[in-house]
């Protein structure tokens, strides 16, 4: 009798998340067309869909959850590798720890592919000790403490890169001289672009942003060297470069192999992402600590902004 | 389809030159073409008459050179020892990856032939050149003097 009731109460409960699941699943679909971060996330604005399931666990759990969801895109290192031989539970915690505790002796600001960057590493090679590099960042990536970024500059007509692994004791100060983000995701065409592109000078002053405002994109489009090129770029779906000028059987043959379906394949990007509910879960561990820091960051920084008054005559 | 493809084939091997199925690993080996980037005469009349030398050896056991190796050069009809001061290759983290592969022409005992280097060169190449003199022998150290800048 008792055990009736208990079904009867709780199919309603599994329709429920049955069709939350079909929902989910199909605002996927309709989002992924435009998803700029596949590799991070299954699904590319999940607001409606947390805002739902957030309901139910208010009714069920009685607290909100305050993580929010800008937090995959300011520190995407924090999420591990999706590939499921790459997974561990445990390697990723630890790692996540040690990650923290470097977060706690420098800081680590927010930056992203197309910002300039300046890092001061220690380098035993050098006469003081310290070398100091400036440049665009061209490529982010890898999970965990293997996060790395290049930053690329033009020196003297030479066009220099450097590779810089984001938790590498060795680095003792990151700074954003300037935040913005660009058209694509990587810069790599940078390499094969004008020098112009990618020319900062060594002792750029820091450009800041007003407090609370967007990270602004910038929309600008990069005139690529004539060929030959190091990559086909032609053939990758670039948004931030001017007309390649290259003859017609290039663009057919790029159309050829082209495969525009690969967007929808649901099942590939649910492959290479992380669930948004394990997201959160993985947030939710480090947010506290990241905005306390962050909070520091600001304090810091308004201090270090204040010029004692000189002396008039 | 597969006819088809057979026939396609011949075709592209016979384009040869420009098609690979495998990226470069723009490695320095015998016959890569290298920048010459100080002002010695010879190695300035070379670059600008758009005959970049040929490296006809490296001096290390791999076969394969990096930052801080000799290679023997061909340039303009002669042949020229040189130091490596900058590579294109993937490198290691806090290494300068450049652009070109820069060298710096030096004689037998490790004299610079130019006055000037005019690329940036990285700071690893004070220890390494370091570590490769020879006592009374050569003396590299000579080629970090004329640097005018270091990344």
Known sequence: ?313 | MALSMWRKLPKLMCVGHGFHTSPAYSHIIKLTRLRVVDNSEIGKRAMAEGKPPKCIHVYNKKGVGTIGDKVLLAIKGEKKKAIIVGVKQNQPALSPKFDSNNVVLVDDNGTPLGTRIHVPIPQVLRTILKEKNVVKGADYTKLIALASRFV
Request: net charge positive.
């Open chain 1, 1 to 313: 009798m008792i055990f009736n009731q208990l079904k009867k109460m709780a199919l309603p409960n599994a329709a429920r998340k049955l069709l939350l699941g079909v929902k989910s699943s199909f605002s996927l679909f309709q989002t992924t067309a435009n998803a700029e971060y596949r590799y991070l996330s299954s699904v590319s604005n999940p607001k409606g869909l947390l805002s739902l399931e957030k309901e139910e666990e208010n009714k069920v759990a009685g607290h909100k959850n305050v993580v929010p969801l800008e937090c995959r895109f300011v520190y995407p290192e924090f999420l591990p590798d999706p590939r499921l031989d790459h997974r561990n539970s445990l390697r990723e915690k630890l790692e996540r720890m040690d990650m923290m505790n470097r977060r706690n002796h420098i800081d680590i600001p927010e930056f992203y592919v197309g910002s300039v960057l300046a890092v001061s590493s220690s380098n035993p090679h050098a006469p003081e000790k310290v070398t100091r590099f400036v440049g665009i960042c061209i490529q982010r990536g890898g999970c965990g403490l293997r996060a790395f970024f290049i930053i690329r500059n033009v020196v003297d007509h030479q066009g220099v890169e450097m590779f810089y692994e984001m938790y590498s004791p060795v680095i003792q100060k990151i700074e954003v001289l300037r935040l913005e983000k660009r058209l694509d995701n990587e810069l790599l065409y940078l390499r094969d672009a004008l020098p112009e592109y990618s020319t900062f000078p060594l002792d750029m002053e820091p450009e800041y942003l007003p407090e609370g405002s967007a990270i602004p994109v910038n929309p600008i489009k990069v005139k690529l060297k004539p060929r030959p090129w190091l990559e086909r770029w032609e053939r990758q779906e670039l948004k931030g470069v001017q007309d390649l000028g290259l003859p017609k059987r290039f663009y057919e043959r790029a159309a050829a192999v082209a495969k525009p379906w690969e967007k929808y394949d649901l099942m590939a990007e649910y492959r290479e992402s992380i669930p948004a509910e394990e997201q959160e879960e993985i947030f939710a561990e480090v947010y506290s600590q990241l905005h306390q820091l962050e909070v520091t960051r600001k304090i810091m920084k308004r201090k270090r902004t204040f010029v004692k008054p000189k002396k008039m005559g």
